[in-house]
């Protein structure tokens, strides 16, 4: 069933026989758009070498409105052109150009047609271990994706298991006709890759200064660019979670990327290297070992060591994808060095598309502390999957749409992004809309509430990541601990704790290291308290973990009352009612195990003498 997604003015898909660039395709879906609005005006797509590849810029005259722009800009200044005239704002002035050049979605789609952490139903190309798409829901798709200029794909799962690792062997021919789809909408492929994968092949060793295995790598890239010449390149998850890499043979992380950089580097071909490694067999006894202090630990000393086409991809806080974490510090620290931030848009720790979880406002925290210019690229972790509505919850598609709008531009405001998509996406009323927008601004402030606030980790349940379980990965072998006792909570990872503090540049260190300007929302990340700890508003820690947990529930049930009452096409509306419903028990089962969790700990009462059930 189509779904036009932000774009349900554009239902018609166009005709992409002979198509196959961007300036192509524009000039197609200027007009059809244009028709389809109703705009009154004819539309001009006009390609400048000249211009860098993304750049474009719209001209308006009284009939006319015309796109200039470099090969894939001439598309983004098309898209841009449709979504302003439906939004009825004004095009924007002057050259625009994107902050990042390469703005990628990673998906972790299984070849049997499992998605890890998934919640949006089965691939949308692969079934029964192979390649096998619907056309036109891939151009459905690209086109949402370009429509926000996302121009990378990365099509498998970091955790390449059998039988993907056939896809740069057996299966070339079939990537390339699937590349041929997104190509016009300037999309590249990228493929993970299995660092062991020449063993497979009758090498003894994956070591990468054997000079075998360099040539082995070698001779398979040029295969692969024979099919795909514009692949963007291979994306690498080793020595993490089980998966082999270069410590196997005593080499360092950046022998291990430089390698299969050296065989990509004739190719223009990129290598996109993970530094998601820490100890996942971690002792819960050992007080030593700091899960947050790895990545920095693993990969600051090798600064400047990468190629240029080395590309480090950095989750965007030291653990994983948690409802608040500091920024990464390594993503700070890293001088000479390309470096790509890794968000998730896939809800595995946030709710999993079931509760109202809007994350624009979340990314936007992340780019007050992070340099603009200290990134190359930037690349997400799809929430896609084959559901009617590609993301499962008709309203986390917003975090798609938001994640391209930010990717190019990051100065963005959350309102403006969100007020966008709700604009684009619903024939609202005015009232509305902004219900509906203030909704989706406020529903990570609430989910943070009812689940583990003040910078409280991992109370989660295991493997599932769904729902509370405030112990469930406290005496496992993941590095992700609380620690409550009868006294206190929380981790000292300052100078007289696990020093993790110190990885930061100076400002940061001392904000986090010192109890009293450490953001709240951060508290029991940076420091152990007693429950008795006198917060900056006045209330103890005790107090503020029941109250926020209180709050958050009631705050839930407002919002999926306000949303419910919203006139949502036919199309969505049960579905997000479904799972609105499903979102208050989920808040209301995590504020009562929370509260009672630490309740039977402290044996605190609530002051304000609400039910905490024993
Ligand atoms: O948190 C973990 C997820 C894994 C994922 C891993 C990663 C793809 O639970 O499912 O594996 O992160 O980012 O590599």
Redesign the pocket.
Known sequence: MPYPAWLPFLLETPDLTHVSTPLELAQKEINLGLQALSAGIKGKVTCDPALPRDAYRIVKSEQTVQVHGGSCGVLYGTYEVLMALREERDFPEGLQTPQYPDRMVNC?DNMDGSI??GYAGKSLWFSGGRLQYDEQRILQLSRLLASVGINVICLN???VHEPAQDLIDLQLPDLSKLAALFRPFGIRLMISIDFSQPMRHDLSTADPLSHEVQAWWKNRVDLVYREIPDLYGFLV?AD??HRPGPFTYGRTHAEGANMLADALASHGGKLVW?C?VYNCTQDWRDRKTDRPCAAYDTYQPLDGQFRENVILQV?HGPF??QVREPISPLLLSMQSTNLAM?L?LAQ??TGQQIDLYTMVPMWKELFQVLPKDRLCAIAA?SNLGASDCFTGHPLALCNLFGYGKIAWNPSLASGDVVRSFVRLSYDFSQEDRESLTGCMLESRAIYEKYTANLGLCWMITPNQ?YGPNPDGYEYQSWGTYHKADRNAVGIDRTGSGTGYTLQYPEALRELYANVASCPDELLLFFHRLPYTFVMRDGRTLMQRLYDDHFEGLARAEQLTKTLCALPFPERDRQEIQRRAALQVSNAREWCDIINTFFHRFSGIPDEMGRTIYD
Do not use: L, T
């Open positions: 972790w890890e952490r799962n970091v955790n998850k993490s979670e993970r998601f989750k994983d994808f890794e998730q595995e720790y972790v990541h």
